[in-house]
């Protein structure tokens, strides 16, 4: 058993659910310039579905796609009914909704399914490929090849499709892209519904490797943001800062140690804040 | 009468748990809470009056006890331990801040959630040092008996308030309420904005720390969920529940919430979302929270009282004599400012003497504001130097520049919150007056100078926009900067208030200051600018007396032809 | 008549109001000015016609259709056209987007009718023609202000309003886009504000003077 083999490929695993995480809030941060603390519980309400659905004996694929339906239709509620109609608040008031809509739900799920972590079986059983020395689970390769996948799909989306031009416009000038005619609020809409579909989805492919507890959320907020703030808010740099994110902490838990993860992750969010005060001018007044 | 009022509530909450008034509030709920709430002013200052947004203070508020619960274990007494604890966690918070505050208020947010997140799984992870999930146990050296506790909390909740509004006492509220509302307009001001919020970030972990290692003392206990991310939300949704920025807001908030738990009985897995559900409600509906409430239902029940008319004296303060100034206070050598590809300013120079008005007028988009930018301390310049009093002003902060520069902006940026006095007090305080009165009286002074002294006990949001401006250039000229930068002060004004405004440059211009304006309002400018600049495309096309500009073909085929 | 008709208009930010009390009228075959000093409320009466920002009382009518409550984009597609001061193109996307996100706007839909719209403005603008996958944000002064034209044209506009187009430009461009807008001239409604008063005398059939968020009356 090659360690380092193992590492990657855990990296790998973990990097995909974070480079959809973050392109998500990318997605959502740029077209309404609002950090959404809510954003990883597409992730939590994508796998507690799943599993509560799969364990009261609804057929698995009917309860993975009900899960990512889940998952976007709060994304949908939170941006149509929650946010949209206070966009004058000043941002903070809606950072605070967000945390408190990310609180709810946390609490809804622990009622729902109790304290214990939760899981289903996987699409994809069966003996792992051995490659290289480590073991890939037949899911994981599902999950990293559709993780990077869609990843690169929405990047492509964007740049290619005149629906994705329309949220790129939408992010640079809402006004200026308005005045055109685009509708900037159904752009809007779907960024956000993006997100959390990409949410529910990474939850229904790496939950079975993993498993998942009401609590899921925070931690992969705060990891989505991370790998979004690397990638300096940008779709494609997302990818590759969920990507690098994964591997550290892939790296990190195999030499280490599994309890370090969050410690390490935050020291490059450190690193992160340390590198971009750099670019500060000084204290309250930004230019970066 | 409000005194005699809140000695009464005070009393009736400090008598309350041996009443027998609400059931479940006995004297060691009441315990628990009080000290809750001590801690809670921690976040009261952080995030209720400065506004930051700090989601991991938990993570300080269980530090000091696990400090102490460490060093007791190795056998230090719980005297030395319990200061011990409180240094750390005060120590931990300044370095989160050092790395956190100067950047973006997201940065600040997540750095706290992720700095919660760690300390909980170190908790966690270390079961040798920390006793892991179950707890550390702390000494059980201080045998109060459960009056001797509750006694012990009440002080020192008592004294917590009391430092509390100790500490924003004056200048320190007015300075954190522009902080809130503008850091822009308060680093033009003079306020060190990371400094300021560096402080505050500080002094409120003090209070998380007592209060946090006074409860982990009674309850005898810590526990690593004491200290994440969710214990930092549920103190959060106290804070705001009760009322955030008020100095009651706290103890009401966690008593309140305490008592629900505990009449609730053992919550369990409900606890989670009636805190989330209470936190939502609070912030979509009450953002001012119970405090906030009840104080509407008091101004709504008692008579309107007509707020005091604050006096202001006649004449200047005595001290600020006419400062008879000379010589060049502005030189701009050459500043060239491009972002990027464009050149926003290309190659300007000019000079701004003691006592005299000097306009800079031009198109919109012509550089005008890049220009000030450049001088306020705002932008760099990619080439050039600016002179202030003959000091370059090279990577000097805005905030250092404030004594000698008064700015005024275009959208004129008062707290509209803060009574017009306090507005303008906002600069005095910067200034270095010795006292509170010295500090009002020069503000106050400057708006009667001003002959805007009625005005001084209005809330800056009653003003109408005219007046706002007027109330801009007041606070801009308090202690009779040498440097006065004036952006459209015309703006929006009625053909009265432009009569105001001109007298009162010309009394600024007689005092000795240096001014420059930008206007639009080409007469305006004609009558007062002994001196006019004409920017376009970045650069001066043309400088000189009224009469010139407005005969030189160059700036009649750029600009002119506007309005008269 | 199917042109623009504002009545008793009153908008500004939040609780401030800027303006108030504005009527006018534009036949589709007419070009006004608005002139007046910074602060007026130029600016502001703009943003609110077209429907950026929330009218506080009035009315904006575009033949019979009602715009006042609709959302700025509504506004373009019914053909209410605005080229903001600063001219805000969007700098991350090339000349060819810019102009092909117009056809989310109602007459560009059929791919023929864009197709023409696009030929006649690259026509217009044969600058913009040469540099259709250049990022917009690299272009000059001068050419952004066509693309915003450009752009504006593209929605097939029955009202084209112009902010200070000649901000900021060189006086030859500014003499090269009197040009343009006299070929405009009378194929639509045109609003214009500007500060050069002799650029609106020019191209204008009346100017209308705003001070104080008010239209004032004029000989």
């Given at each position: 058993?090659?360690?380092?083999?193992?590492?990657?490929?855990?990296?790998?695993?973990?990097?995909?659910?974070?480079?959809?995480?973050?392109?998500g809030?990318?997605?959502?941060?740029?077209?309404?310039?609002?950090?959404?603390?809510?954003?990883g519980?597409?992730?939590?309400?994508?796998?507690?579905?799943?599993?509560?659905?799969?364990?009261?004996?609804?057929p698995?694929?009917?309860?993975?796609?009900?899960?990512?339906?889940?998952?976007?239709?709060?994304m949908?509620?939170?941006?149509?009914?929650?946010?949209?109609?206070?966009?004058?608040?000043?941002?903070?008031?809606?950072?605070l909704?967000?945390?408190?809509?990310?609180?709810?739900?946390?609490?809804?799920?622990?009622?729902?399914?109790?304290?214990?972590?939760?899981?289903?079986?996987?699409?994809?059983?069966?003996?792992?490929?051995?490659?290289?020395?480590?073991?890939?689970?037949?899911?994981?390769?599902?999950?990293?090849?559709?993780?990077?996948?869609?990843?690169?799909?929405?990047?492509?989306?964007?740049?290619?499709?005149r629906?994705?031009?329309?949220?790129?416009?939408?992010?640079?000038?809402?006004?200026?892209?308005?005045?055109?005619?685009?509708?900037?609020?159904?752009?809007?809409?779907?960024?956000?519904?993006?997100?959390?579909?990409?949410?529910?989805?990474?939850?229904?492919?790496?939950?079975?490797?993993?498993?998942?507890?009401?609590?899921?959320?925070?931690?992969?907020?705060?990891?989505?943001?991370?790998?979004?703030?690397?990638?300096?808010?940008?779709?494609?740099?997302?990818?590759?800062?969920?990507?690098?994110?994964?591997?550290?902490?892939?790296?990190?838990?195999?030499?280490?140690g599994?309890?370090?993860?969050?410690?390490?992750?935050?020291?490059?969010?450190?690193?992160?804040?340390?590198?971009?005060?750099?670019?500060?001018?000084?204290?309250?007044?930004?230019?970066? | 009468?409000?005194?005699?009022?809140?000695?009464?509530?005070?009393?009736?909450?400090?008598?309350?748990?041996?009443?027998?008034?609400?059931?479940?509030?006995?004297?060691?709920?009441?315990?628990?809470?009080t000290?809750?709430?001590?801690?809670?002013?921690?976040?009261?200052?952080?995030?209720?009056?400065?506004?930051?947004?700090?989601?991991?203070?938990?993570?300080?508020?269980?530090?000091?006890?696990?400090?102490?619960?460490?060093?007791?274990?190795?056998?230090?007494p719980?005297?030395?331990?319990?200061?011990?604890?409180?240094?750390?966690?005060?120590?931990?918070?300044?370095?989160?801040?050092?790395?956190?505050?100067r950047?973006?208020?997201?940065?600040?947010?997540?750095?706290?959630?992720?700095?919660?997140?760690?300390?909980?799984?170190?908790?966690?992870?270390?079961?040798?040092?920390t006793?892991?999930?179950?707890?550390?146990?702390?000494?059980?050296?201080?045998?109060?008996?459960?009056l001797?506790?509750?006694?012990?909390?009440?002080?020192?909740?008592?004294?917590?308030?009391?430092?509390?509004?100790?500490?924003?006492?004056?200048?320190?509220?007015?300075?954190?309420?522009?902080?809130r509302?503008?850091?822009?307009?308060?680093?033009?001001?003079?306020?060190?904005?990371?400094?300021?919020?560096?402080?505050?970030?500080?002094?409120?972990?003090?209070?998380s720390?007592?209060?946090?290692?006074?409860?982990a003392h009674?309850?005898?206990?810590?526990?690593?969920?004491?200290?994440?991310?969710?214990?930092?939300?549920?103190?959060?949704?106290?804070?705001i529940?009760?009322?955030?920025?008020?100095?009651?807001?706290?103890?009401?908030?966690?008593?309140?919430?305490?008592w629900?738990?505990?009449?609730?009985?053992?919550?369990?897995?409900?606890?989670?979302?009636?805190?989330?559900?209470?936190?939502?409600?609070?912030?979509?509906?009450?953002?001012?929270?119970?405090?906030?409430?009840?104080?509407?239902?008091?101004?709504?029940?008692?008579p309107?009282?007509?707020?005091?008319?604050?006096?202001?004296?006649?004449?200047?303060?005595?001290?600020?004599?006419?400062?008879?100034?000379?010589?060049?206070?502005?030189?701009?050598?050459?500043v060239?400012?491009?972002?990027?590809?464009?050149?926003?300013?290309?190659?300007?120079?000019?000079?701004?003497?003691?006592g005299v008005?000097?306009?800079?007028?031009?198109?919109?988009?012509?550089?005008?504001?890049?220009?000030?930018?450049?001088?306020s301390?705002?932008?760099?310049?990619?080439?050039?130097?600016?002179?202030?009093?003959?000091s370059?002003?090279?990577?000097?902060?805005?905030?250092?520049?404030?004594?000698?520069?008064?700015?005024?902006?275009?959208?004129?940026?008062?707290?509209?919150?803060?009574?017009?006095?306090?507005n303008?007090?906002?600069?005095?305080?910067?200034?270095?007056?010795?006292?509170?009165?010295?500090?009002?009286?020069?503000?106050?002074?400057?708006?009667?100078?001003?002959?805007?002294?009625?005005?001084?006990?209005?809330?800056?949001?009653?003003?109408?926009?005219?007046?706002?401006?007027?109330?801009?250039?007041?606070?801009?000229?308090?202690?009779?900067?040498?440097?006065?930068?004036?952006?459209?002060?015309?703006?929006?004004?009625?053909?009265?208030?432009?009569?105001?405004?001109?007298?009162?440059?010309?009394?600024?211009?007689?005092?000795?200051?240096?001014?420059?304006?930008?206007?639009?309002?080409?007469?305006?400018?004609?009558?007062?600018?002994?001196?006019?600049?004409?920017?376009?495309?970045?650069?001066?096309?043309?400088a000189?007396?009224?009469?010139?500009?407005?005969?030189?073909?160059?700036?009649?085929?750029?600009?002119?032809?506007?309005?008269? | 008549?199917?042109?623009?008709?504002?009545?008793?208009?009153?908008?500004?930010?939040?609780?401030?109001r800027v303006?108030?009390?504005?009527?006018?009228?534009?036949?589709?075959?007419?070009?006004?000015?608005?002139?007046?000093?910074?602060?007026?409320?130029?600016?502001?009466?703009?943003?609110?016609?077209?429907?950026?920002?929330?009218?506080?009382?009035?009315?904006?009518?575009?033949?019979?259709?009602?715009?006042?409550?609709?959302?700025?984009?509504?506004?373009?597609?019914?053909?209410?056209?605005?080229?903001?001061?600063g001219?805000?193109?969007?700098?991350?996307?090339?000349?060819?987007?810019?102009?092909?996100?117009?056809?989310a706007?109602?007459?560009?839909?059929?791919?023929?009718?864009?197709?023409?719209?696009?030929?006649?403005?690259?026509?217009?603008?044969?600058?913009?023609?040469?540099?259709?996958?250049?990022?917009?944000?690299?272009?000059?002064?001068?050419?952004?202000?066509?693309?915003?034209?450009?752009?504006?044209?593209?929605?097939?506009?029955?009202v084209?309003?112009?902010?200070?187009?000649?901000?900021?430009?060189?006086?030859?461009?500014?003499?090269?886009?009197?040009?343009?807008?006299?070929?405009?001239?009378?194929?639509?409604?045109?609003?214009?504000?500007?500060?050069?008063?002799?650029?609106?005398?020019?191209?204008?059939?009346?100017?209308?003077?705003?001070?104080?968020?008010?239209?004032?009356?004029?000989?």
């Amino acid at each position: 058993m090659n360690l380092f083999t193992q590492a990657i490929i855990s990296g790998l695993m973990t990097g995909a659910v974070y480079a959809l995480l973050a392109i998500g809030l990318v997605l959502t941060y740029r077209t309404t310039r609002l950090i959404n603390l809510a954003h990883g519980e597409t992730f939590a309400i994508g796998g507690v579905t799943a599993a509560a659905l799969i364990t009261a004996g609804v057929p698995m694929y009917g309860a993975l796609a009900s899960a990512v339906v889940a998952a976007t239709a709060f994304m949908l509620v939170l941006h149509r009914f929650v946010l949209r109609p206070r966009a004058h608040w000043p941002i903070s008031g809606l950072i605070l909704i967000t945390l408190g809509v990310a609180f709810v739900v946390r609490g809804l799920l622990l009622l729902w399914i109790g304290p214990d972590m939760v899981s289903f079986s996987r699409l994809f059983a069966g003996p792992p490929i051995r490659l290289l020395g480590g073991a890939l689970p037949k899911q994981g390769l599902f999950l990293i090849a559709l993780g990077f996948g869609l990843a690169a799909a929405v990047a492509l989306f964007l740049g290619l499709t005149r629906k994705g031009k329309e949220l790129l416009a939408t992010a640079e000038n809402a006004d200026a892209s308005q005045l055109l005619g685009v509708n900037v609020e159904a752009v809007r809409l779907l960024a956000y519904g993006i997100a959390g579909a990409l949410g529910g989805i990474s939850a229904v492919i790496l939950v079975p490797l993993i498993s998942v507890d009401f609590q899921a959320g925070l931690s992969m907020t705060l990891r989505g943001f991370i790998a979004a703030a690397i990638a300096g808010m940008s779709p494609v740099g997302a990818i590759l800062a969920g990507l690098g994110l994964g591997l550290l902490e892939g790296l990190v838990t195999t030499y280490i140690g599994a309890l370090s993860q969050d410690p390490i992750v935050f020291f490059a969010l450190i690193c992160l804040a340390v590198w971009q005060s750099r670019k500060i001018r000084f204290g309250g007044v930004r230019r970066a | 009468m409000k005194t005699a009022l809140l000695i009464i509530a005070a009393a009736l909450y400090a008598a309350s748990p041996y009443l027998g008034v609400l059931p479940g509030w006995t004297p060691s709920v009441a315990t628990v809470a009080t000290f809750i709430a001590l801690s809670l002013i921690g976040m009261n200052l952080i995030f209720g009056v400065a506004g930051m947004l700090a989601f991991g203070q938990a993570a300080i508020v269980a530090l000091p006890g696990y400090v102490a619960g460490m060093l007791e274990a190795s056998g230090m007494p719980a005297a030395a331990a319990i200061p011990a604890g409180i240094l750390a966690a005060v120590a931990a918070a300044r370095i989160v801040g050092e790395i956190f505050i100067r950047l973006p208020g997201t940065y600040f947010a997540i750095g706290t959630l992720g700095f919660a997140f760690v300390m909980e799984g170190v908790a966690r992870a270390f079961p040798s040092t920390t006793g892991g999930a179950s707890g550390l146990m702390l000494s059980r050296e201080i045998v109060l008996g459960e009056l001797g506790w509750y006694v012990l909390a009440l002080a020192t909740l008592a004294a917590g308030i009391a430092c509390y509004v100790w500490f924003l006492r004056g200048s320190m509220l007015r300075t954190l309420r522009q902080v809130r509302h503008d850091e822009l307009a308060a680093e033009v001001l003079g306020i060190d904005v990371v400094r300021t919020k560096l402080r505050v970030f500080t002094v409120g972990s003090v209070f998380s720390a007592v209060g946090g290692v006074f409860l982990a003392h009674y309850v005898g206990v810590v526990v690593p969920d004491s200290a994440g991310v969710i214990r930092s939300l549920e103190q959060l949704a106290m804070v705001i529940i009760g009322g955030a920025g008020s100095a009651a807001g706290p103890l009401v908030g966690a008593a309140l919430v305490q008592w629900l738990f505990v009449a609730a009985g053992e919550a369990g897995r409900f606890e989670v979302l009636v805190y989330g559900a209470g936190f939502l409600l609070a912030v979509l509906f009450a953002p001012e929270g119970i405090v906030g409430l009840v104080r509407r239902g008091w101004a709504g029940l008692a008579p309107a009282r007509k707020a005091a008319p604050i006096s202001v004296p006649a004449t200047p303060v005595p001290g600020v004599a006419a400062v008879r100034r000379s010589g060049i206070c502005l030189k701009v050598e050459s500043v060239a400012k491009n972002f990027g590809g464009l050149q926003a300013v290309d190659n300007v120079s000019l000079e701004v003497p003691f006592g005299v008005i000097v306009a800079l007028i031009g198109p919109n988009g012509a550089g005008k504001t890049t220009l000030y930018n450049i001088l306020s301390g705002i932008e760099e310049p990619s080439s050039g130097r600016v002179l202030i009093e003959d000091s370059d002003m090279a990577s000097v902060p805005p905030h250092r520049r404030a004594r000698h520069v008064g700015r005024s902006f275009q959208v004129a940026r008062l707290v509209p919150q803060m009574s017009v006095l306090e507005n303008v007090a906002v600069r005095a305080d910067q200034l270095g007056f010795t006292s509170e009165a010295a500090r009002l009286a020069a503000a106050g002074a400057q708006l009667a100078w001003f002959g805007l002294g009625e005005l001084a006990g209005r809330r800056a949001a009653e003003l109408g926009s005219g007046y706002h401006k007027l109330v801009e250039l007041a606070r801009a000229a308090v202690g009779e900067p040498a440097l006065l930068l004036l952006d459209e002060p015309a703006v929006g004004l009625a053909p009265e208030e432009i009569e105001r405004l001109c007298h009162f440059l010309t009394l600024l211009r007689e005092r000795g200051a240096a001014i420059l304006i930008v206007e639009h309002n080409v007469a305006l400018v004609a009558r007062i600018a002994e001196r006019i600049f004409v920017m376009n495309q970045g650069r001066i096309i043309a400088a000189g007396t009224g009469p010139e500009i407005m005969a030189d073909p160059k700036v009649r085929e750029a600009y002119l032809g506007a309005l008269e | 008549m199917s042109g623009l008709r504002v009545e008793g208009l009153a908008g500004g930010y939040g609780p401030l109001r800027v303006f108030a009390g504005v009527s006018f009228e534009v036949g589709p075959e007419n070009t006004i000015g608005i002139l007046g000093p910074n602060g007026a409320g130029k600016t502001t009466l703009l943003k609110t016609v077209v429907g950026l920002l929330p009218a506080m009382a009035g009315q904006v009518r575009l033949g019979d259709l009602d715009l006042t409550r609709e959302p700025a984009y509504a506004h373009a597609r019914a053909g209410i056209a605005l080229v903001p001061e600063g001219r805000q193109i969007l700098a991350t996307l090339t000349v060819r987007d810019n102009l092909a996100l117009t056809r989310a706007a109602g007459p560009g839909r059929d791919p023929a009718v864009f197709k023409t719209q696009f030929d006649e403005v690259m026509r217009l603008f044969p600058r913009l023609a040469e540099r259709l996958d250049q990022q917009a944000g690299s272009l000059s002064g001068g050419e952004q202000q066509m693309l915003a034209i450009a752009r504006a044209l593209m929605i097939r506009p029955r009202v084209l309003m112009l902010d200070e187009p000649t901000q900021g430009l060189a006086p030859v461009i500014i003499r090269g886009l009197a040009d343009t807008l006299s070929a405009l001239k009378g194929r639509f409604a045109i609003i214009l504000i500007e500060q050069n008063r002799a650029f609106l005398e020019r191209l204008t059939d009346q100017v209308l003077v705003m001070r104080n968020g008010r239209i004032e009356p004029r000989a």
